[in-house]
């Protein structure tokens, strides 16, 4: 792993080695159902781990295919965000 992605740099960094793209992870959406405030897991799957600096600190990232149509084409969560449920296959084990 490269220098930039040392995890003592990168806010969420401690979690990049956690995922792979193609692993299907869920995340909690906030909004209102029926006047009331709560949270709602959604699924969906890694196309893309990167870093972006914000605001002078790195913050690690991961873009997302959502399972749910309705959370649109693709989303990007912080990776501290983020949750593992199923690791994808490895190229050339399927």
């Known amino acids: 792993m490269s220098e930039l992605y040392k ?4 806010y969420g960094g401690n979690k990049i080695d956690t995922f792979s793209i193609g692993d299907l992870v869920h995340w909690s959406r906030w909004g209102q159902i029926e006047g009331k ?11 893309e781990i990167f870093v972006e600096n914000k605001s002078g600190r790195d913050v690690a990232y991961a873009r997302i ?3 749910e149509k309705d959370e649109g084409e ?4 912080l990776l501290t965000t ?13």
């Open 7 to 10: 995890s003592e740099y990168i």
């Open 74 to 77: 693709e989303v990007k969560k």
């Open 65 to 67: 295919l959502p399972i």
């Open 82 to 94: 983020v949750y593992l449920v199923s690791k994808g296959e490895e190229k050339g084990n399927a």
């Open 37 to 47: 405030v709560a949270s709602t897991k959604r699924m969906g799957v890694i196309l």
